[in-house]
């Protein structure tokens, strides 16, 4: 079946602009996970869901980053008023009720 | 707060040759922990996890690694090293199973390079 889609792939924006990442989870998966990785370094955990409801964004770095998902399934990560430090690759990964986490492509952010 | 340190940025080896990257976790809980692998501009794969039954766990790709308690280490190695397998790979840690259902805590990681 597909696996965890994200779009788009990649994204320049220039500073002070605001953006909008998609994540698709594989269909049935309850749990979904952002994810931020900056150039040479691992993955740091953003924010959580559980369905529709939002149960952990310890890790969103400023009030700038937003993230939702409404239906509970397609999530949107919104980063609004974009910096140069918000350059990276956001990852979305979901799973099944506390199982292994599938991990989409990413989408690699440039801020000029 | 759990953590992971990887040793080493970057790891050359020839092929066919043992491949060895190293984890050591830092945990105030029973661990669960994870090895990773990315290729370039490809998410994050798993390759194996520990979740408390056998020490020694066996993943894909003929990657296998060892939960020591003693060390807080969780290495991961390959008997054979294999063009293909040039990548990143990451160590990462959770305090729930499966690591679906908690953030997991990366590594750096390590660049794992193949010689001819």
């Known amino acids: 079946g597909a696996g965890v889609s994200q779009s788009p792939r990649y994204k320049v924006a220039k500073r002070g602009q605001d953006v909008a990442l998609r994540c698709d989870p594989i269909?049935?998966?309850?749990?979904l996970f952002w994810y931020q990785q900056a150039l040479g370094q691992g993955p740091e955990f953003l924010t959580y869901?559980?369905?529709?409801?939002?149960?952990?964004k310890s890790g969103l770095p400023s009030d700038r980053f937003f993230a939702e998902r409404p239906e509970g399934s397609v999530s949107t990560l919104k980063i609004q008023r974009t910096q140069q430090e918000d350059s990276a690759v956001y990852l979305c990964?979901?799973?099944?009720?506390?199982?292994?986490?599938?991990f989409g492509p990413g989408t690699r952010l440039t801020v000029t | 707060a759990q953590s992971v340190t990887q040793l080493g940025s970057h790891v050359s080896v020839s092929e066919g040759a043992l491949v060895l990257l190293r984890c050591n976790y830092s945990s105030s809980v029973p661990p669960y922990l994870f090895w990773y692998v990315q290729y370039p501009n490809q998410g994050l794969q798993l390759l194996l996890k520990y979740t408390s039954a056998a020490t020694l766990v066996k993943g894909i790709n003929g990657f296998e690694a060892e939960f020591k308690k003693s060390e807080t280490s969780f290495h991961l190695t390959k008997p054979s090293a294999h063009m293909s397998d040039a990548a990143e790979y990451f160590c990462?840690?959770?305090?729930?199973?499966?690591?679906?259902?908690?953030?997991?805590?990366f590594g750096k990681g390590t660049h794992l390079i193949i010689q001819p």
């Open positions: 869901f559980q369905n529709e409801a939002q149960l952990d």
């Open positions: 990462a840690v959770s305090d729930s199973s499966g690591g679906g259902a908690d953030g997991l805590t």
């Open positions: 990964a979901s799973s099944y009720f506390g199982r292994e986490q599938y």
């Open positions: 269909s049935g998966h309850v749990s």
